[in-house]
């Protein structure tokens, strides 16, 4: 494996644990009812903007074309409006679980636009890599005991429409901006990102930034709230860059199966969970997913094989 693919690797690997940590700590948050989901989202998206627009000025300046200013609004449309804003609108309407089990279909989603956009061969390799994947996941969310409760104003079937679409919008992302993502500085693409994601999510929340009473927050939810920012959103975005450089969509998308096995982690040291076998099992499941379709063979492996054969 060479340097630059291992540098991939444990970005993406990061960024899918802080991701993981994020749901307990915000959690923490969401307890203490000063904050709604919205507002939590709008300030990721403006605090990460600020520290990706002040990170940029130590750096040499770089110029991007209209045109690619226009593909950068997409992007952030994709990564970071579309799917985050479908998320929290979506799990407000379903339940936790459901939610939980749909976001597993992220990597699908990638394999298959990879193969569609970009080509990519789909291996039985790679198929059982992303099966084995999603039973882990999914046996460690089932076996974590949680039931549905319906709430006033639930709308599972939509809500979790909305979680699938949000999985779909981030599979397109990592598809459609893998090439894109060479061009620019991984400052340069975030700082833009995230203020056209800022901008457009400010109309939904600014009566509610506005009307929040910001002094009855405590210690824990401000630390909480400094993580979200922080670590799983500034350092997470750059992370997924770094690994969208080097690795294929599908391998990248997989990193996702790590987010429930480490909420699950932290909910068993903080006394909320415990470990029995079926934990286990998943663990080996999900990274063995890993490992089968980050082996499996790339266009490119294929291609030269294919031509080494015929020499």
Known sequence: MEKSELKGHASMLGANIMWGLMSPVAKVVMMGGAVTPLIVTDLRIGGA???FWIASFFQKPEHVSSKDMARLFVASLLAIVFNQGS????VGMTSPVDASIITTSMPLWAMLLAAIYLKEPITGKKVLGIAAGASGALLLILSSGQTSVVHEGDNHILGDILVLFA????ACYLVFFKNFAARYSLLTIMKWMFTYAFI???PFSYSGLVETNWAVLTSSEIVSLAYIVVGGTFLCYLFVVIGQKTLRPTVAGMYNYVQPLVAT???ILWGLDSFNFLKICSVILIFGGVYLVTTSKSRAELSRKELAADQ
């Open 49 to 51: 903007m600020i520290l």
């Open 87 to 90: 998320f929290i609108f979506g």
């Open 167 to 170: 999985q779909f919008s981030y």
């Open 200 to 202: 457009c999510a400010l």
């Open 265 to 267: 982690i932290v909910a």
